[in-house]
């Protein structure tokens, strides 16, 4: 059963129309444009010539691919601990409980910022060693995933900066130590294994959710899947289909900077449809550091608009987040 077949019941799908910011463009104005337009609309956008190059992009992709391919004993001697560093298996995580009877039918490995044990910084939540897998298995891995999470940073940082720009904030606004001067960067490869999707099973490749913190960064090949519903309150909802783009970020803004915006950009639903073919992708969820404090932005409330949530610390906020979607890890000890 392909796609088409499966969403009748939900209403129309249709191609979203995302636009798409170049970082080696010169005109700043035309890209803070763009975003902002885009960041009011859909939450999702484009970004091409950010510096990584395909070469690099194919070797990450084929990495991930490897360690995907190990045997599942293999993989689960490097399972999800209680930092969020590790492999999270096949029907790990729930992200629409509602409307899922399984969990999501994709494999992930999170790397998040390294920071050794004996580091004060260790204690934070998303701070401390990452799990490797064994370089005589892997040989190279750990370097490839560690290259590609710094570059990545950086892409983040540049897109940070329209973003500011766009909230008419300082450029440097996110470049603060508090916020992405010293970040919770985590980096996250999926796979997906090739089963169709069928929303009205309750049966998804991901389910519908909109993500925690402050930007996603998405890479992904060249099979389809990822979907975006721009009002989550209609009836029925209306599923958009983001076609991948080769070379490009498909970024996507979090909850976080919804709330940091006071509602003023949008955080957007979306899923994964598998449509019966493997699917790997690579998203980077890059928010401030554990001690900032997000609350509304000065340029975001005025009288008629008050602020609508009540500051809180990142920390907290991703902690409760990652506890509301991720199975239990007693489980795994059951096992």
């Known amino acids: 059963m392909g796609i088409q077949s499966v969403e009748a019941h939900r209403g129309a799908t249709k191609p979203s129309m995302l636009n798409c910011i170049d970082l080696s463009d010169p005109d700043i104005k035309t890209s803070v444009n763009l975003l902002k337009q885009a960041c009011l609309d859909s939450g999702f956008f484009y970004v091409v010539n950010h510096g990584i190059s395909q070469d690099f992009m194919d070797e990450v992709f084929a990495q991930s691919k490897k360690f995907f391919g190990l045997p599942l004993k293999e993989k689960n001697k490097l399972l999800r601990n209680e930092k969020h560093r590790g492999y999270t298996p096949v029907l790990d995580e729930l992200l629409d409980p509602e409307n899922q009877v399984h969990g999501d039918y994709k494999e992930g ?40 999470h710094q570059q990545a940073l950086e892409v983040g940082r540049a897109v940070g900066r329209i973003i500011a720009l766009s909230l008419d904030l300082d450029a440097d606004f996110f470049d603060k130590p508090e916020m992405l001067g010293e970040p919770i960067a985590t980096l996250r490869l999926l796979h997906y294994e090739g089963q169709t999707s069928n929303p009205s099973q309750g049966l998804y490749g991901a389910g519908a959710h909109t993500d925690y913190g402050l930007i996603t960064l998405l890479a992904t090949d060249d099979v389809p899947g990822l979907q975006i519903c721009k009002d989550r309150d209609a009836k029925p909802q209306i599923w958009e289909d983001v076609a991948p783009l080769k070379g490009a970020f498909i970024v996507n803004l979090g909850d976080m900077l919804e709330r940091w915006s006071n509602c003023i950009f949008k955080s957007t639903l979306h899923r994964v449809l598998g449509n019966g073919h493997e699917r790997y992708s690579i998203a980077y969820f890059l928010e401030p550091s554990h001690d900032c404090l997000v609350e509304c932005l000065p340029t975001c409330k005025s009288e008629s608009n008050p602020p609508r949530f009540p500051p809180i610390l990142c920390q907290d906020y991703l902690c409760q987040r990652y506890k509301d979607t991720h199975a239990d890890l007693s489980i795994y000890k059951k096992q």
């Not at 920071?115 to 490797?132: A, I, L, M, R």
């Not at 370089?135 to 370097?143: A, E, M």
């Open 109 to 148: 490995y999170y790397i998040g910022v390294e920071v050794s044990e004996d580091d004060s910084e260790s204690q934070k939540p998303f701070y401390g060693p990452n799990q490797w897998p064994a370089s005589d298995i892997l040989p190279g891995w750990r370097q490839t995933m560690e290259k590609y």
